[in-house]
């Protein structure tokens, strides 16, 4: 299982030909307390890049981009009764959705974890 991570901090991590993607825990800091997460219908086909859900928190609302391409199969659904999630566990329960990936050949362009971090680093 390998993860991968994008320069707007989302993560994907690739089991097979499905992706699990979330947002960073870098991004969770960023944007404090998450009051509202609006989740893709399952189905929806998204292009890398394309806005794939939107975070909503108390500093701001923010898009969340897909980090492959692909088609929806599955959401997480306990992010819209309880977003706080996100803050408690971005990086695991609080994963968002899961793509069928339509294009395993686009991971090459993401960051890994140490690359990521170095990444982030810069940022601060």
Known sequence: ???YFTREHEWIRIEGGVGTVGISAYAVEQLG?????????????VARSEVLCVVESVKAASDV??????????VNSALESAPEILNQSPEEEGWM???EIS???EARDLLTRPEYDEYVRGLE
């Open 1 to 3: 299982m390998d993860v």
């Open 33 to 45: 307390d998450i009051t509202f997460v609006e989740l893709p219908k399952p189905g929806k086909e």
């Open 65 to 74: 981009y897909a980090p492959l391409s692909g088609w929806v199969k599955d």
């Open 97 to 99: 959705v899961r793509l």
């Open 103 to 105: 294009g395993p050949d």
